[in-house]
């Protein structure tokens, strides 16, 4: 039996992929029988209980008392990963946490697989941080470090969207030039890829790939773009000081950003936002971050925003229940609303997928397939712009959940054998 598996950390959903002779590429169960962990850790502020996943966004809408963490991914290569946050009233490093859910994951991996795993293959966005090769290596360096921490003895790594390539491979018939659309949570990344069933004999695949490129917006710059758009402007954002200055925006930006919410929370976040309350010019919207503040509810608006994005991939509209932050509180979002609030985000995707062709020397219509696959890719407005980027190639839908993992299992039966 292999001791290699395939570990795609994500910034909103992680999956662990696992290979064996003679069976195709399978994602272990991780929590209730499902291939998905959420990468959310929930920590109990009355006892030492730590809950994950589901579980963790559960007993945090449940109202129990403590501190959710999300989107941990997202701090890699910035200099948050020095830092510490409060975890039932001690300094936890972030490098810590980090572990503390990787180790979870390789522990329920194990458990579904009945074996150990000592290998793997970590998925990696082409790009952690853009524009910075220093703190990109850095990012690699440190997630490297944390997983031999939680356990594993041997890593490698894999750009995410080449492990969906593998995993897409799998199953065609005959040879296709692809471009591997990877829309996360934190990041999307492409690859341009020469795919076949006689390619995939090969160990060594390095000429196969004409090009790869990323830039540093997923799933959650999204949320954040709509949340300041449309639910910020309801507890203030916008709105005025008594001077005629506008109200002071930071505490808006990290309640829109799910890695620092808990940021609101602190005594200087909370003395700022009382300044700002004395000298608003109307106190109504100040009322509700108030209460928001209060309840802790941060996440919770986040999880609406979300909510609201992902029912926006199928609807013209949809209407957000806000009674938290006032009773019978309501927001209608349309799908122009939010189509206008990531524009500019997807014409920066867009942008890398041009170079991207440029450095390949291909041209649009000379690509025969998208592959989409990344918890974000069902964006309409992004598969839009992408598609008509290569207006010859056929639109793939793969797991959006699952292709990354998959591939990475693949990779790690190459490797580790």
Same mark, same amino acid.
């Given at each position: ?26 994602? =272990? ?51 948050? %990963? ?9 300094? %936890? ?49 440190? =997630? ?47 690859? =341009? ?38 639910? %910020? ?155 008509? =980027? ?28």
């Amino acid at each position: 039996m292999s001791n290699a598996c395939g570990l795609d950390f994500g910034t909103s959903n992680s999956t662990v992929g696992w290979s064996r002779p003679d069976r195709p590429a399978a994602l =272990l169960p991780l929590e209730d029988g499902k291939p998905t962990l959420p990468s959310v850790i929930f920590f109990h502020a009355e006892d030492p209980l730590v809950s994950y996943g589901r579980a963790a966004l559960g007993d945090y809408l449940a109202g129990y008392e403590g501190r959710l963490m999300r989107s941990l991914k997202s701090l890699l290569g910035t200099s948050m %990963m020095d830092d510490s946050t409060e975890v039932m009233g001690q300094a %936890m490093p972030f490098r810590k946490l980090l572990a503390h859910f990787i180790r979870e994951l390789k522990a329920r991996a194990e458990q579904a697989g009945g074996t150990t795993f000592s290998h793997a293959v970590l998925g990696r966005p082409v790009f952690f941080i853009d524009e910075d090769p220093a703190a990109d290596r850095l990012a690699e360096e440190t =997630l490297a470090e944390i997983a031999r921490d939680a356990g594993f003895a041997e890593i490698a790594f894999q750009y995410e969207p080449i492990a969906a390539a593998f995993d897409y491979e799998a199953g065609i018939a005959r040879e296709e030039l692809v471009l591997v659309a990877d829309i996360g949570g934190g990041t999307s990344d492409f690859s =341009l890829v020469r795919l076949s069933p006689e390619r995939a004999r090969k160990s060594d695949r390095r000429e196969d790939i004409l090009a790869n490129g990323g830039v540093h917006i997923g799933g959650t710059d999204f949320d954040r773009a709509l949340s300041l758009a449309r639910a %910020m402007p309801l507890l203030g954002l916008g709105s005025q000081l008594r001077n005629g200055k506008a109200m002071p925006s930071s505490q808006y930006f990290d309640l829109a950003s799910w890695h620092t919410i808990n940021y609101v929370y602190t005594r200087k976040a909370w003395s700022v936002v009382m300044d700002n309350y004395r000298d608003a010019a109307d106190t109504a919207s100040l009322d509700r971050l108030v209460r928001l503040i209060r309840e802790r509810a941060g996440h919770w608006l986040a999880i609406q925003v979300e909510g609201a994005k992902i029912a926006l991939s199928d609807a013209a509209s949809t209407e957000l229940d806000l009674h938290r932050l006032e009773q019978g509180l309501t927001l209608t979002i349309t799908r122009d609303e939010f189509d206008a609030s990531i524009d500019k985000l997807v014409a920066r995707t867009e942008k890398t997928v041009q170079q991207l062709l440029v450095d390949a020397g291909v041209d649009g219509n000379g690509v025969d397939t998208i592959f989409f696959t990344g918890g974000s890719s069902s964006v309409p407005l992004l598969r839009q712009r992408l598609a008509a =980027l290569l207006p010859q190639a056929r639109c793939v839908e793969g797991d959006r959940f699952g292709s990354i993992g998959s591939g990475l299992a693949l990779d790690a039966a190459r490797k580790f054998g």
